[in-house]
Nanobody, 129 residues
Framework: QVQLVESGGGLVQAGASLRLSCAAS????????MGWFRQAPGKEREEREF???????????EYSDSVKGRFTVSRDNAKNTVYLQMNSLKPEDTAVYYC???????????????????WGQGTQVTVSS
């Protein structure tokens, strides 16, 4: 079992940066691939969008085209924490951001939300123009 708590969201202007953190508890964290997803305003939960993912070791990462080059996912297994550094934020990045853990061992992190087993409660990111 893995419990996840996101933090670091807020209200910023376009062009600013934010770093989201996802603190995990549970022994499975260090062997779990981690993903970041977001749910934009007015979208249903089933319309959550993949943002980024990182393998258990940190050696492999995946990004959506919409954030590639602006966002960076990383993890510190010693601190049981995964991060999402978001630079050059745009109004269309406004969403609730969720981190998720995949309890099944995988070398390449998945980009589909149904692959993930544990979810945090989300943190709001609002980017004003």
């Amino acid at each position: 079992q893995v419990q996840l708590v996101e933090s670091g969201g807020g209200l910023v202007q376009a062009g600013a940066s934010l770093r989201l953190s996802c603190a995990a508890s549970g022994r499975e964290f260090t062997s779990s691939a981690m993903g970041w997803f977001r749910q934009a305003p007015g979208k249903e939960r089933e319309e959550r969008e993949f943002v980024a993912a990182i393998s258990w070791s940190g050696d492999s990462t995946e990004y959506s085209d919409s954030v590639k080059g602006r966002f960076t996912v990383s993890r510190d297994n010693a601190k049981n924490t995964v991060y999402l550094q978001m630079n050059s934020l745009k109004p269309e990045d406004t969403a609730v951001y969720y981190c998720a853990a995949d309890k099944h061992f995988t070398i390449i992190p998945h980009t589909r939300d149904w692959r993930y087993d544990y979810w945090g409660q989300g943190t709001q990111v609002t980017v004003s123009s």
